[in-house]
């Protein structure tokens, strides 16, 4: 399965669960790796996704150093961006090319 078929396999609600269950319950373990190994069969995921999920949430909140899911999804949107202006651009470029030769190639009126 690719990265986003796996992404959308687990609802917000559910990752969002998750992670909340792996912050309460740390205490409880030696580790947070423990307490994320514990809580994955829990939820139906294995736990690099979970732990996935938790460094994420870190990230979201301030805890970790890394890129947001909120600049993240900005980065996107501009990358999505710059390459439809890129193609729009190469279009006129061509387009540009093909009437400046059509107008040399057209003969001069006397």
């Known amino acids: 399965m ?13 990752r969002a669960r998750a992670v ?9 373990y030696e580790t947070q790796a423990g307490a ?5 069969p829990k939820i139906g995921c294995i ?3 979970l732990r996935e999920w938790v460094k994420q949430a870190e990230k979201d909140s301030g805890m970790r ?5 909120e600049e993240r999804d900005r980065i996107k949107s ?3 961006e710059n390459r439809e202006l890129r193609q729009a651009n190469e279009i006129l ?6 009437f400046a030769q059509a107008e040399l190639d057209r003969p001069l009126k006397r």
Do not use: C
């Open 65 to 69: 150093d890394g890129v947001t899911t």
């Open 36 to 40: 994320i190994a514990a809580i994955a």
């Open 2 to 14: 690719t990265k986003s078929k796996m992404a959308n396999r687990y609802s917000p609600e559910v």
């Open 47 to 49: 736990p690099q996704t």
């Open 93 to 98: 470029r061509k387009a540009s090319a093909y």
């Open 78 to 80: 501009l990358e999505r």
């Open 20 to 28: 909340r269950m792996v912050f309460e319950h740390q205490g409880s």
